[in-house]
């Protein structure tokens, strides 16, 4: 996935929503800081989801967002990725402190609305990426 693409589901996210915030989970929420990882040839170039928990939460809004961007719906179709809506019950796994290590997406840190867990996700990527790493 390309930070362009993820920026695309939380910003449809979002106004679904209404208003809110956006916590991005897994490996997709490294293009926050990292965003070479979506390039072709790079560990996420082959990743087509953003897990997201949108906040506050909502039922509803949980299953529109799922009906509108979860695979094989017409936005997943369209545009070749999609989001994968995850419960606010996951942030009872979370690390002790794990929002304070949030950060927002650059391109929409006016509206303060996106954070992203790297301690969660980078313990994902090593175990993902590690195979591919050669030392010389």
């Given at each position: 996935m390309r930070l362009s693409a993820l920026i695309h589901v939380v910003r449809t996210t979002l106004d679904l929503m209404g208003e809110?915030?956006?916590i991005v989970v897994g490996s997709s929420s490294l293009l926050g800081t990292y965003p070479e990882l979506g390039?072709?040839?790079e560990p996420l170039s082959t990743s087509y989801d953003a897990d997201i928990i949108p906040e506050p939460f909502d039922e509803d809004v949980g299953i529109m967002v799922h009906e509108a961007l979860s695979e094989d719906r017409?936005?997943?179709l369209r545009h070749g990725y999609h989001a994968d809506v995850i419960r606010p019950k996951m942030f009872e796994q979370f690390p002790e402190g794990w929002r304070d290590?949030?950060?927002a997406l650059p391109c929409l840190i006016a509206q303060t609305s996106v954070a992203w867990n790297h301690t969660i996700l980078l313990r994902q990527s090593v175990r993902s990426v590690a195979p591919k790493i050669s030392i010389s």
């Open positions: 809110g915030q956006i390039e072709a040839g017409r936005f997943h290590r949030c950060v």
